[in-house]
T-cell receptor, first 114, second 113 residues
Framework: SAVISQKPSRDICQRGTSLTIQCQVDSQVTMMFWYRQQPGQSLTLIATANQGSEATYESGFVIDKFPISRPNLTFSTLTVSNMSPEDSSIYLC???????????FGPGTRLTVL | SQQGEEDPQALSIQEGENATMNCSYKTSINNLQWYRQNSGRGLVHLILIRSNEREKHSGRLRVTLDTSKKSSSLLITASRAADTASYFCAPKYSGGGADGLTFGKGTHLIIQP
């Protein structure tokens, strides 16, 4: 199984600022994804991070708010831009070798926006 | 919606008892994965069961899949306090669409000492 790390593990930010979350996988993977888990809720897919091209966003999520980079097969970043208290959530990245293989998750980044 | 729906939403049992939680989904799947989440932390991958499999085991975990009923179950035997967590199923639909997973609200399992 892939080992996935995220940085930071948690942060408290002021509204209007931006935070970039890093995701590192210990092996080359085809698929990388970003999810959001709002307080008391389940996980919602934000986007698929594509290597060398723009991320594919799910309905309700836009690139201006959640820009994503994926410069290589083991690393991706998610930026939460112009934050508001409604962005307070746990943000998780996941990866998988192929679409129909296991997907493994990182430990999450707990974001609180004041 | 395309996520799996877990049932029950909450389950409280005594330590040592078995815990069973169920997942129902809508259309044909390629596989279905079960995850555990402790106290709002990251998801731990438990088991992936493919559409041509009926049962899989991993330690104290047993997962079944009934594609005719579009349902799966997760059985945890001889439960321990450390099993207290939220459990999610994630069906991977075979009709294409996003490669990411969709999640239901989960089953919140509490093991009483």
């Amino acid at each position: 199984s892939a080992v996935i790390s995220q940085k930071p593990s948690r942060d408290i930010c002021q509204r209007g600022t931006s935070l970039t979350i890093q995701c590192q996988v210990d092996s080359q993977v085809t698929m990388m994804f970003w999810y959001r888990q709002q307080p008391g809720q389940s996980l919602t897919l934000i986007a698929t991070a594509n290597q060398g091209s723009e991320a594919t966003y799910e309905s309700g999520f836009v690139i201006d708010k959640f820009p994503i980079s994926r410069p290589n097969l083991t690393f991706s970043t998610l930026t939460v831009s112009n934050m508001s208290p409604e962005d307070s959530s746990i943000y998780l990245c996941s990866s998988g070798l192929r679409s129909y293989n296991e997907q493994f998750f990182g430990p999450g980044t707990r974001l609180t926006v004041l | 919606s395309q996520q799996g729906e877990e049932d029950p939403q909450a389950l409280s049992i005594q330590e040592g008892e078995n815990a069973t939680m169920n997942c129902s989904y809508k259309t044909s799947i390629n596989n279905l994965q079960w995850y555990r989440q402790n106290s709002g932390r990251g998801l731990v991958h438990l088991i992936l069961i493919r559409s041509n499999e009926r049962e899989k085991h991993s330690g104290r975990l047993r997962v079944t899949l009934d594609t005719s009923k579009k349902s799966s179950s997760l059985l945890i035997t001889a439960s321990r306090a450390a099993d207290t967590a939220s459990y999610f199923c994630a069906p991977k639909y075979s009709g294409g669409g996003a490669d990411g997973l969709t999640f239901g609200k989960g089953t919140h399992l509490i093991i009483q000492p």
